[in-house]
């Protein structure tokens, strides 16, 4: 018998370090070749870490959170083979093959030393007799929030592996294990969650934009009616291969109009070194809610796009955000953020500045209400836009003055297509 060392491998870019983000096996399970026993994630990857041998975990030399060094010890294995696992010189992607969207909220990562081995306790068994099943981070966090026991779905995959398509078929199919709880009874649980992964990055993101930025929001109602018949009518003569226009497009186009004026608006503010920088380019971030959490895929270059090519590059970012696949480039390098929670706008929000822009333009949603035309009220399609700024650089007047712009041009569109 002898005992053979799995070490943190090298993930590739220059990245010394990644952080542990799931455990696949506990001391004492058996393992076999090529099975995944880890999950780690850098600022720009997933990577499952494969067993090279088979055997019986003994150690196990971080806990789920923690960011591991390349190379420092990571699982050992009691095999009748070698003593030592050599360091793979790059780990397997997730099943997706693709990046993580996880870059975009750690564009400056947190400053974690490497962890030291230790000794992890031996976690309860589970009550059946199967082994833990296999499947990707995001796959576990799927049916976690859906409630899904993964032991209780069956897998399509000759290798045993679990889909996101076997969760939702499993859904489909009405099964759930989750008990109801009894009508009105009392609810004593707690829960710790340890933040990780992506999640533990936008906290990091948040905390970093709140902390150094003190903001500033201004609210404003925008009479939509007038762009939403244009838009309407634009959606209803489009050519098959051109997307359909949402309203984000034309804000896109008044925002490069609006900064045109104030530059100091379409800049990022280095904080350490009091340098305010104008980019003469504006590339407009997207927030965007994806399974993994919240993440802005960055239009670039908007001024040099018209709407329907803005509106097909905001939809192929959308769909690579969602499916995991947007590069680290896609996801950074933005100069001014849009956040839109569509029907979830709401009536008012405090949009959170993407640090380290100067501004965030938020789109609230849009009701029809009655306006008062000087002789009567009239129907008209209602929208706020609720944004936020850096009253380091921008003053109370010069935000007032950018969004009144926005207003007069989205309640103008005809304007937004003027040019000069």
């Not at 696949?24 to 393992?31: C, F, S």
């Not at 997207?286 to 993994?292: E, F, M, N, R, V």
């Not at 839109?340 to 029809?368: Q, R, Y």
């Not at 306006?371 to 609720?386: C, E, H, T």
Request: hydrophobic letters at 45%; charged letters at 25%.
């Amino acid at each position: 018998m002898g005992e053979f060392t799995i070490k943190m491998p090298d993930v590739g870019e220059g990245v010394a370090e990644a952080e542990l983000v799931e455990w696949h096996v506990k001391a004492g399970d058996p393992v076999r070749e090529d099975m995944v026993i880890a999950a780690v994630m850098t600022d720009k990857a997933t990577v499952e870490i494969p067993s090279p041998v088979s055997g019986t975990v003994t150690w196990l030399g971080a806990e789920v959170g923690d960011t591991v060094a390349v190379k420092a010890s990571l699982v050992r294995i009691e095999t009748a083979g070698r003593d030592e696992a050599p360091v793979p010189a790059q780990p397997a992607p997730l099943a997706t093959e693709k990046p993580s969207v996880a870059a975009i909220v750690s564009e400056a990562p947190a400053q974690a030393q490497p962890v030291q081995a230790k000794q992890i306790p031996s976690q309860p068994a589970s009550s059946g007799p199967q082994e833990k099943p296999l499947a990707s981070p995001s796959v576990r966090l799927f049916a976690r929030e859906s409630g899904v026991d993964l032991r209780q779905v069956s897998p399509n995959r000759p290798d045993g592996r679990i889909l996101r398509e076997d969760v939702e078929q499993y859904l489909a199919r009405g099964a759930s294990s989750l008990a109801a709880p009894a009508l009105f009874a009392r609810n004593t649980t707690t829960e710790d969650v340890k933040l990780t992964g992506m999640r533990r990055r936008i906290a990091e993101k948040m905390s970093l934009s709140t902390s150094r930025i003190p903001h500033i929001t201004y609210v404003e109602e925008i009479d939509m009616t007038a762009l939403e018949d244009l838009r309407a009518t634009m959606n209803r003569d489009r050519k098959p291969d051109h997307p359909k226009l949402t309203i984000l497009p034309f804000l896109m186009r008044a925002i490069v109009k609006a900064v045109a004026d104030q530059p100091d608006i379409n800049a990022t503010f280095n904080d350490d070194a009091g340098i305010l920088t104008r980019s003469g380019g504006v590339h407009v971030g997207i927030a965007a809610q994806t399974p993994a959490g919240l993440v802005v895929p960055v239009v670039r270059h908007a001024e040099a796009r018209t709407i329907w090519d803005c509106a097909a590059e905001m939809a192929r970012l959308a769909d690579a955000a969602r499916n995991g696949t947007a590069t680290r480039d896609e996801l950074t390098g933005s100069t001014i953020t849009i956040s839109s929670l569509g029907a979830l706008g709401g009536i008012v929000s405090t949009p959170v500045i993407n640090h380290p822009e100067v501004a965030i333009i938020g789109v609230n949603k849009i009701a029809t209400r009655p306006a008062w035309d000087g002789a009567q009220f009239v129907p008209r399609k209602m929208m706020n836009l609720s944004s936020s700024f850096d009253h380091r650089i921008i003053d109370g007047w010069d935000a007032a003055t950018f969004i009144q712009r926005i207003r007069v041009l989205l309640e103008t569109p005809a304007l937004i297509f003027i040019e000069g």
